[in-house]
């Protein structure tokens, strides 16, 4: 009777084996999360934010310049699983502010700065390292009007701001 009972346990152990290794290959077990995320993370790999980025939304990093202290502007979209930097705001031709010809087209914002429209660049591998700013600067994501001051998370340190596509779906 013991026999049996040692050998009746024995069947597990193969099938929740096989479990466990089907699980281990789905997408999302891969590191892609069920949902596209816009990610910010830490030298040492921590993350600090994580933000829902659903196919076709955008973003935009929003920083005071160094020098006259208005806002600037960089506009992101999620496009086909893809971070494309969509527009520029610059309020002024301060330094380090101007339009490069032929990146995109300089328009009016009608309060004396102007928008570069249409730069449409895919930024190489959806992720881009930035320093961040003091709290003079104030690095912000803005995301639908809210603002996340990457500042205040980790001023005067590395990150890097990834948009993280979703796990595709089993056919």
């Known amino acids: 009777m013991r026999a049996s009972r040692l050998n009746a346990g024995r069947a597990w152990l193969p099938a929740l084996l096989l479990c466990v290794c089907v699980s281990a290959g789905a997408p999302a077990a891969a590191g892609a999360p069920a949902e596209a995320r816009l990610e910010v993370h830490d ?3 921590a993350r600090l934010v ?5 196919e076709g939304e955008g973003w ?6 160094s020098v006259e202290g208005f806002a600037v502007l960089d506009c992101y979209r999620h496009r086909d699983g893809r971070m494309v930097l969509v527009r ?5 031709f301060a330094a380090g502010l ?4 032929g990146r995109g087209r300089q328009v009016s914002d009608g309060e004396g700065g102007y928008w570069i429209e249409a730069i449409d660049e895919p930024v190489p591998g959806n992720a881009y390292r930035l320093r961040v700013g003091a709290m003079r600067v104030d690095h912000r994501l803005v995301v639908d009007g809210e603002r996340t001051s990457l500042s205040r998370l980790a001023a005067n340190e590395r990150v890097t701001i990834r948009l993280t596509p979703a796990a595709a779906s089993p056919d």
């Open 60 to 65: 935009c990093l929003e920083w005071n310049h």
């Open 50 to 54: 994580s933000l829902p980025m659903p």
């Open 98 to 101: 101007d339009h490069i010809p």
């Open 43 to 45: 030298a040492d790999g």
């Open 88 to 92: 520029s705001h610059l309020p002024d």
